[in-house]
């Protein structure tokens, strides 16, 4: 009995599973509610965070082609360089997301457990590969690829949308200047993070739609307090004592204004705060590995521990909670409206610094080497049009600043002055130095090479395989950068791993305790199977459960291991077609549905239908074999009857055979030694150790047989053995 209590804690309404057990929907704790000065901490903590959004916005300029600032454009203009771009980090850094897009792979549910969470595990496997495709996931993923690739650091949200005529769950990128962190964790996850901060300008009638109970604080905050007379907070009560007290808080702040109200475009902006308490509380861990909160007021848990199936045990565990802030003001406060215990925004790190924590991409290594690039190829465009001129004082009649425009031309007219060229030493030549473009030519060359070194993408990642080398060597350099980039790739994995977890947390919590059918389609190949979700149910002592709890069922999100992109597809029809040219007939019949299922055609599942169909229907030749087999069946029947009863007439034959010589022995005891020495004689081998009958010591005389003594029938000597067993004796 105890051992049911123990196993029956996961069906109680008031605990919670192992992803809901750091943080269960439990009464709002108001002594966990985040203070003005807590959060000015966390201001201040962020603003002493090492600086490097602006290096990071610059290194996306140089991604983006905006690569030559105003300092630079100015001090070429100075000396007559002209400006020179050859954008390289762009397209590498597109070479690498276009890997990321062939190679993505889709979500996968499998049970961690036993082998009864299968079918839930394929339902909510159909139910968040659906999600994936309505929320957008993928495209959210990639986005934040291209961030982490590039500058280190992407942003994932998960979480429900508020738009009722949309999609129920939204996953979305949000740009990294949008978010600050706690620099101080260390986990991937963000699980030990005592703080998430989302940072964003909004209007100030979509602040007040927002949060319609603060309306006048949002309007009079967003104005600046311009329309509002401060002599008014000292009318007592109401509205008016709320106001004051805002009032005052804003004139005691120390963040900056301009942080985080724009008053020239009446904007102000909100802080969506995620953080952490920690509370010391009862746990308790059922036999199958679960951990649930020990709740007082649950009969099923007073009873497990009161029976000693299990005991309670203390337990440190953070709960996750939101609040909302415009400036100094808070707005709301409460615990966090999902049932796991992670922030709704999903970090994808690149590479990180040792000591500082700060993120990094590719593009850091490359910034150097792409202004070399370009500073050799406006010095070599300066080089070929820049000629120098050694000339006497006075040699030329134009004044010096249009002799230097007129010497440049091709066509340059120079006209010089005689009286001066006539002196003794009077010089004017005009030279061009085009060994130092040859050299400018091959340092251009090596810092392209260099950008190639930096990022570890080769040419034949990019697809521009330099000619003359085998297609085993073009596979060993894309290998190659596949090595340089498995790092970050994996870092990507693991996030994108952590975005389909807490999609599929969603999802669970909102079908909990719901009965529900999912239909997993078979597209034709497989027959469609309908699986039952939260089916009530009642066990043999009247304690009622769900068939298929998805509550219950212990879960994981992994990613499948074959890519869903269309060129992999494209790629696995290129095979199967391959495979299905050079198998036998019969074995094509099996391959056809499952080949048209790699097809991207239209009426995909009635073409399969119909193929089978088809192959259901026999052909004429099947017919006539069918029919000839048909009879040759009928034959062997008869052909076995005959024989049965042939063997049943010798059967009775022998027993009549053997009954008549019984009898005879009977009558004539003596005959049988006689008839087993003639057999013997014959070649028969007996096969018992005695006779049958054995002989007599007497011989008993026979009765003498009645003799005919009607004169009317006279003995025939030609009647005896001669007419048959009809006759009989005469």
């Given at each position: 009995?105890?051992?049911?209590?123990?196993?029956?804690?996961?069906?109680?309404?008031?605990?919670?599973?192992?992803?809901?057990?750091?943080?269960?929907?439990?009464?709002?704790?108001?002594?966990?509610?985040?203070?003005?000065?807590?959060?000015?901490?966390?201001?201040?903590?962020?603003?002493?965070?090492?600086?490097?959004?602006?290096?990071?916005d610059r290194e996306s300029d140089y991604c983006d082609g905006n690569q030559l600032d105003s300092d630079v454009m100015r001090a070429l203009r100075e000396r007559g360089m002209p400006p020179a771009i050859e954008p390289l980090i762009g397209p590498t850094i597109d070479s690498v997301l276009g890997m990321e897009v062939k190679n993505r792979t889709d979500w996968r549910v499998i049970a961690d457990g036993d082998k009864e969470g299968d079918d839930v595990a394929d339902a909510l496997n159909?139910?968040?590969?659906?999600?994936?495709?309505?929320?957008?996931?993928?495209?959210?993923?990639?986005?934040?690829?291209?961030?982490?690739?590039?500058?280190?650091?992407?942003?994932?949200?998960?979480?429900?949308?508020?738009?009722?005529?949309?999609?129920?769950?939204?996953?979305?990128?949000?740009?990294?200047?949008?978010?600050?962190?706690?620099?101080?964790?260390?986990?991937?996850?963000?699980?030990?993070?005592?703080y998430l901060i989302r940072r964003r300008w909004q209007d100030r009638k979509q602040a007040v739609l927002m949060f319609p109970d603060h309306a006048d604080l949002i309007n009079h905050t967003s104005s600046g307090w311009q329309s509002i007379d401060p002599a008014l907070f000292s009318k007592d009560g109401g509205r008016s004592t709320d106001l004051s007290m805002a009032w005052d808080i804003e004139r005691g702040w120390s963040v900056e204004e301009q942080e985080w109200r724009d008053v020239m475009h009446r904007r102000v902006c909100l802080f969506e705060v995620w953080y952490r308490v920690w509370e010391r509380v009862l746990v308790l861990k059922t036999p199958d590995g679960r951990v649930v909160e020990y709740d007082e007021d649950s009969e099923i848990h007073l009873s497990a521990v009161g029976s000693g199936a299990i005991a309670p045990e203390w337990a440190v565990v953070s709960r996750v909670r939101m609040s909302w802030w415009?400036?100094?003001?808070?707005?709301?406060?409460?615990?966090?409206?999902?049932?796991?215990?992670?922030?709704?925004?999903?970090?994808?790190?690149?590479?990180?610094?040792?000591?500082?924590?700060?993120?990094?991409?590719?593009?850091?290594?490359?910034?150097?080497?792409?202004?070399?690039?370009?500073?050799?190829?406006?010095?070599?465009?300066?080089?070929?049009?820049?000629?120098?001129?050694?000339?006497?004082?006075?040699?030329?009649?134009?004044?010096?600043?249009?002799?230097?425009?007129?010497?440049?031309?091709?066509?340059?007219?120079?006209?010089?002055?005689?009286?001066?060229?006539?002196?003794?030493?009077?010089?004017?030549?005009?030279?061009?130095?085009f060994e130092l473009n040859r050299q400018q030519y091959d340092r251009l060359v090596d810092a392209r090479e260099g950008i190639k070194r930096t990022s570890g993408v080769t040419d034949s990642f990019q697809g521009q395989a330099p000619h003359g080398i085998s297609g085993v060597a073009q596979s060993g350099l894309v290998e190659q950068s596949n090595q340089s980039l498995a790092d970050i790739n994996d870092n990507h994995k693991f996030a994108r791993q952590m975005v389909g977890e807490l999609l599929i947390s969603l999802i669970i919590e909102d079908m909990a305790g719901k009965p529900d059918v999912v239909t997993i389609e078979g597209h034709g190949v497989k027959e469609d199977r309908s699986i039952s979700l939260n089916e009530p149910a009642m066990d043999d002592d009247g304690i009622e459960y769900l068939n298929n709890d998805?509550?219950?069922?212990?879960?994981?999100?992994?990613?499948?291991?074959?890519?869903?992109?269309?060129?992999?597809?494209?790629?696995?029809?290129?095979?199967?077609?391959?495979?299905?040219?050079?198998?036998?007939?019969?074995?094509?019949?099996?391959?056809?549905?499952?080949?048209?299922?790699?097809?991207?055609?239209?009426?995909?599942?009635?073409?399969?239908?119909?193929?089978?169909?088809?192959?259901?229907?026999?052909?004429?030749?099947?017919?006539?074999?069918?029919?000839?087999?048909?009879?040759?069946?009928?034959?062997?029947?008869?052909?076995?009857?005959?024989?049965?009863?042939?063997?049943?007439?010798?059967?009775?034959?022998?027993?009549?055979?053997?009954?008549?010589?019984?009898?005879?022995?009977?009558?004539?005891?003596?005959?049988?030694?006689?008839?087993?020495?003639?057999?013997?004689?014959?070649?028969?081998?007996?096969?018992?150790?005695?006779?049958?009958?054995?002989?007599?010591?007497?011989?008993?005389?026979?009765?003498?047989?009645?003799?005919?003594?009607?004169?009317?029938?006279?003995?025939?000597?030609?009647?005896?053995m001669q007419r048959g067993i009809e006759g009989g004796l005469v």
């Open positions: 009995r105890s051992t049911k209590l123990a196993g029956r804690i996961m069906f109680t309404t008031n605990s919670t599973t192992q992803e809901e057990f750091a943080n269960p929907t439990v009464q709002d704790n108001p002594g966990n509610q985040i203070d003005l000065a807590t959060f000015t901490e966390y201001l201040t903590e962020i603003r002493n965070q090492p600086s490097w959004r602006m290096r990071a159909h139910r968040l590969n659906q999600a994936e495709r309505q929320s957008h996931a993928d495209t959210a993923c990639g986005e934040a690829y291209a961030s982490q690739i590039k500058v280190g650091i992407g942003w994932v949200e998960v979480a429900r949308e508020s738009d009722p005529f949309k999609y129920p769950y939204r996953c979305q990128s949000v740009h990294r200047n949008e978010i600050w962190w706690d620099f101080h964790r260390k986990k991937p996850d963000m699980s030990d993070a005592r415009v400036g100094p003001h808070l707005l709301h406060d409460g615990p966090s409206p999902y049932k796991h215990s992670h922030f709704p925004y999903v970090p994808f790190f690149g590479k990180l610094e040792d000591r500082t924590g700060v993120p990094f991409g590719l593009i850091r290594g490359m910034m150097y080497l792409q202004d070399e690039v370009n500073a050799r190829i406006s010095k070599m465009q300066w080089g070929l049009a820049a000629v120098r001129t050694i000339r006497t004082d006075g040699a030329v009649l134009d004044d010096d600043e249009t002799f230097r425009q007129e010497i440049g031309r091709p066509d340059a007219d120079i006209v010089l002055d005689a009286k001066a060229m006539g002196q003794p030493g009077a010089t004017f030549k005009v030279e061009r130095d998805i509550e219950r069922t212990k879960l994981k999100v992994t990613l499948s291991d074959v890519p869903s992109s269309p060129s992999f597809r494209t790629q696995q029809l290129n095979v199967m077609s391959e495979a299905f040219k050079s198998a036998p007939p019969e074995y094509q019949k099996v391959m056809m549905p499952y080949l048209f299922a790699l097809m991207d055609v239209p009426h995909k599942q009635d073409i399969i239908q119909a193929i089978k169909e088809m192959d259901a229907k026999p052909n004429p030749e099947q017919e006539n074999a069918k029919r000839e087999l048909d009879i040759k069946e009928k034959v062997a029947d008869a052909q076995i009857g005959k024989l049965v009863t042939e063997a049943v007439t010798k059967a009775i034959e022998g027993i009549f055979s053997a009954t008549t010589a019984a009898e005879k022995i009977a009558m004539i005891p003596a005959v049988a030694p006689l008839a087993d020495k003639l057999l013997r004689s014959a070649g028969f081998q007996d096969k018992d150790a005695a006779p049958i009958v054995p002989e007599s010591e007497q011989v008993i005389p026979s009765a003498p047989m009645p003799e005919n003594t009607n004169p009317l029938t006279p003995p025939n000597p030609d009647v005896g």
